[in-house]
């Protein structure tokens, strides 16, 4: 292959720098991520479209060049880049160390490596000859965590998920900066409190992904619309040959009802398509990390399996730029929130329904549970804390009720009340 495909991807052989636009702005909890560059083992990183997985390997990129590595020691490729379609894994590989790095050891940077059949296979070999090569790789879908390259890179690799901003990393990233300790204490200026929440009512709305928080305001939605097509075009109707209207159809019905119980048997009744197709397309969603479900808790996994899930979305912004809907639904927002933070902390989160019900049962190391109900209002209606005495009742694990609220802030009868914003910033 012509080596001048490579040049354009990798501007810092002549440069020796990487530019503020490429490594953008950092994200301090990614830190063992950007040092995994130091071992052996493969780097996976994957997550969302947009993300910023692509910016993360640009700054592990900027932190070797600050470090006195040679720029020409360093190969980056998005693999999506139409003009690297005919050629291999082997031949990129090929053409690098025969003309830009034959001997010294390299660090290879595959975006996208999906794109590319047997990159599992490929990659291992290498591993395995104990070529001079670290490799760090990317792909927007689940399917670098599914059986088909585990058992290949069993032992050899070590896997990032990346996700849009926390909260506390959008704070950052608009030049705000909170002290945990203080917060947690009750200590904040009132200055600052009135920039956190108008940021937090920015946050619900608009979301996390990095580039959005970063634009003007007027590009927001525009830009979110397009997210939302690439993630279906790209990482499912084209990698599947799917039918597209009936991609879009169910992608945008589960994002208008998000939060709330689906069964593939309405979903078939209510869109007119057949229950393996439903579920088949569930499961793509899924694996572009677009959509989540939780089940019901139970200690009987045949009750968890059999009555209907929960469906979530990765982002706020992303549901509010493509949904149909006829209000702010900040409640549902808000209860997003919340399952998209648990997420983001490897919590697997259930939810409980009898008579009441509670939104998030989280099971913890020892076994002891949590119960959180959200209720992003100050009107607090009793069912919500029936909820979580119902589910105490019931559980004698549980060890700790937490109700997310609007701004209401206090402990009654064994529950934790905390608003919303402050619980993003102090909850682990």
Known sequence: MN?????????????????????????????????????????????????????????????????????????????????????????????????????????????????????????????????????????????????????????????????????EEFLLFNNITIDKNNLKKGVLLEKTKHQVLKKFDEYLALGGFPEIVLKQKNFKTKLLEQYFDDILYKDIIDRYDLNSQKTKDLALYLITNFTSLI??????????????????????????????????????????????????????????????????DEGKLAENCVFVQLKRQDKQPYYWKNQNEVDFVIKKPDNSLEAINV??????????????????????KTKKLTLITKSTEKKENGINFIPLWKWLLIEK
């Open 3 to 167: 080596v001048a495909k490579l040049v354009e991807w990798n501007p810092w052989w002549e440069s020796k720098e990487v530019s503020e636009e490429l490594k953008a702005k950092p994200r301090p909890q990614y830190k063992q991520l950007l040092d995994s560059v130091e071992i052996k083992e493969i780097t996976i990183i994957t997550g969302v479209r947009r993300s910023g997985k692509s910016t993360l390997m640009y700054q592990i990129i900027d932190n070797l060049l600050k470090e006195g590595t040679d720029p020409k020691q360093i190969l980056f490729v998005n693999l999506e880049d139409k003009k690297l379609i005919k050629d291999s894994l082997q031949d990129i590989y090929e053409s690098y160390r025969q003309n830009i790095n034959p001997d010294k050891k390299s660090f290879v940077f595959l975006d996208e490596i999906h794109r590319k059949k047997d990159w599992e296979a490929w990659i291992r070999k290498k591993y395995d000859l104990k070529t001079k090569d670290k490799f760090v790789i990317s792909g927007s879908c689940s399917y670098l965590l599914k059986k088909e390259y585990s058992t290949l890179l069993t032992g050899r690799n070590l896997t990032f998920e990346v996700m849009p901003l926390s909260f």
């Open 263 to 328: 069964s593939l048997r309405n979903l078939r009744n209510s869109l007119k398509i057949s229950y393996d197709t439903t579920k088949d397309y569930l499961a793509y969603y899924k694996e572009a990390f677009i959509f989540f479900t939780i089940d019901h808790f139970s200690y009987s996994f045949k009750e968890q399996k059999t009555l209907a899930s929960k469906i979530y979305c990765i982002d706020n912004g992303l549901r509010n730029a493509v949904s149909f809907k006829f209000s702010k």
């Open 375 to 396: 209720s992003y209002t100050d009107e607090i209606n009793e069912r919500e804390t029936k909820g979580l005495q119902s589910f105490k009742k019931e559980f004698k």
